[in-house]
């Protein structure tokens, strides 16, 4: 069974930084599309940011600018350096990971989308006080 486990959240004062961290280690092919996504209370699951086994990356319109998205392929590990954190980042952070579309499948619209993915982290806290 695929497992994605997530690391890397905390709590900052706004303005602050963090990085998270999402491994797969039980899965050896390459991912074609992984991507964070966060959730405030009561709220819904946003994309935050996606990148596919290009490269090619996405980012949400709240986020551009201030977060970065990375991968490594051969060791199917994905980062999000946050930086600028503002009190509204404050969320439960997930991984998420699809491999059973070929890559052109990952348009930017569907890479922030909830139903694109199969297999999800079980989140990381990001708390950002002011």
């Known amino acids: 069974q695929v497992q994605l486990v997530e690391s890397g959240g905390g709590s900052v004062q706004s303005g602050g930084s963090l990085t998270l961290a999402c491994a797969v280690p039980?899965?050896?092919?390459?991912?074609?599309?992984m991507g964070w996504f966060r959730q405030a209370p009561g709220r819904e699951r946003e994309g935050v940011a996606a990148i596919d086994s290009e490269g090619k990356t996405t980012y949400a319109d709240s986020v551009k600018g201030r977060f970065a998205v990375s991968r490594d392929n051969d060791k199917n590990t994905l980062t999000l350096q946050m930086n600028s954190l503002r009190p509204e980042d404050t969320a439960m952070h997930f991984c998420?990971?699809?491999?059973?579309?070929?890559?052109?499948?990952?348009?930017?619209?569907?890479?922030?989308?909830?139903?694109?993915?199969?297999?999800w982290g079980q989140g990381t806290q990001v708390t950002v006080s002011s």
């Open positions: 039980n899965y050896s092919p390459h991912i074609p599309c």
């Open positions: 998420a990971a699809d491999f059973a579309r070929p890559l052109t499948y990952y348009t930017r619209t569907k890479v922030l989308d909830v139903g694109t993915y199969h297999y």
